[in-house]
């Protein structure tokens, strides 16, 4: 284009969602009104879509309208953390180290963290806020929970899921020690 805007990645889009979801053009067609060559026009980026063709299309996606038009540098939203030191948030004399990887905000009500025994013990969690869920996965090792004096045994490459609103620990007392994820859901 001569202003040097460049749509194609509405194309592109379009593309990935009929291909993640086996729909063919035809099949895209029918459920929202477009002409198959109208939709094969705007994969290719020969043809800039009217914004009544890209709320068709979204609304047969299932997507918002913005997720079409919105350049996918804003609508990817990516980044990714990693375990750092700077990101700890157990005690330092803890057996138990703690990496919050993603804190909660904005609309994201979701807490993610790393977890970790460097050597035999337990760690004891405050309740979380009323409503409040920990998933919590083992990737390896031997980790007891326990939720109001019951205890569970977490299984290794298994999800538990427990009200994070009552007060917890987790204990890995023997080899393997345990390390794995946990997810607050707010």
Not at 127 to 145: E, F, P, T, Y
Not at 158 to 166: G, P
Request: net charge positive; glycine share 6%; with cysteine.
């Amino acid at each position: 284009m001569s202003d040097g805007l460049s749509f194609d990645y509405i194309g592109k889009l379009i593309r990935s969602y009929r291909s993640a979801e086996c729909t063919s053009l035809q099949a895209l067609a029918d459920r929202s009104g477009v002409s198959r060559s109208m939709i094969a026009q705007i994969e290719s980026g020969q043809t800039v879509p009217t914004i009544a063709v890209l709320a068709k299309l979204a609304e047969a996606m299932n997507y918002e309208l913005a997720t079409l038009v919105q350049p996918p540098g804003r609508a990817l939203n990516i980044s990714t953390s990693r375990a750092t030191k700077d990101n700890i948030i157990s005690k330092v004399d803890s057996p138990f180290t703690c990496h919050i990887l993603k804190k909660q905000s904005g609309l994201f009500t979701t807490e993610i963290y790393q977890f970790y025994f460097n050597e035999a013990g337990k760690t004891s969690f405050s309740a979380n806020v009323r409503g409040s869920i920990k998933h919590l996965w083992l990737q390896q090792g031997k980790l007891d929970i326990y939720v109001a004096g019951n205890k569970i045994s977490a299984q290794q490459n298994c999800l538990t899921t427990f009200n994070a609103n009552i007060p917890h620990r987790l204990e890995s007392r023997s080899e393997p020690l345990a390390k794995g994820l946990f997810f607050v859901v707010y």
